[in-house]
């Protein structure tokens, strides 16, 4: 296994004037998550220092740290304790540690912030167009939030939602005492399946399906099916 565990493979883009990023998070070497967005939408991220990092002048910093902060809100929502995060600019964990000087409003963002976070990371620097298929994926991801997607990107999101949470759902069933297989995806949708008491749930994100009406389906013990569907409630409660 090349991935083992969860990774979070980040990168920034720029171009005319705007300042994108791109996360693809992969786990035991699967792509289950993708995220990408625009720089000017990061105020949660940056809060008050917001104007500051656009005003700064560094756009492909600005880019490459939005995609750090946006991998470990990831890992913080889904509980996730532990991360590798794979970038290509080396100054990243440098910052993070406070080891360089941070000269511009993103880096001192990073610098005060990372060693309060709840998440464990592990830096990994990879070399850019190298033909890393998760480095390539954070690139496209950031350069598609530069303009329309792609069909295919659009496509890809599909998936990516549908497994993600399939894989959070899954984490809430194995807390519960549950034996659960890893998630898998399919063309339309993802399916956690368990393993001792048959039973599968298929998370659909289509026009017809909403991820939130899930199709479950093989449950010999009835008992079980209805806490099952009863954790999912709760599961898309807490997801509105």
Known sequence: MQYP?????????????????????????????????????????????????????????GGEVAAVYRAVQWCVRYGVADVTIAHDLKGLPLWAQGKWKANVPATRALRRDAPHWPVRIRWVKIKAHRGNRFNEKADSLAKDALGEPSADSRQDAVRDLQAVKAEAFREILRRHGLGVEPVTVHDIYARVRL?????????????????????????????????????????VAAES
Do not use: C
């Not at 000017?40 to 560094?58: I, K, M, P, Q, Y």
């Open 5 to 61: 565990g969860y990774w979070a493979f980040t990168d920034g883009s720029y171009r005319n004037g705007t300042t994108t990023w791109g996360v693809a998070i992969v786990r035991n070497d699967r792509e289950i998550a993708v995220l990408n967005g625009r720089l000017e939408d990061a105020g949660d991220v940056f809060g008050r220092d917001l104007d500051a990092v656009l005003a700064s002048g560094s756009h492909q910093i």
């Open 195 to 235: 393993v001792d008491l048959p039973g599968m749930v298929d998370i659909y994100n289509t026009k017809k399906r909403s991820w939130r009406n899930p199709y479950l389906h093989g449950f010999r013990d009835r008992a079980l099916q209805r806490d099952v569907e009863r954790l999912w409630q709760e599961f």
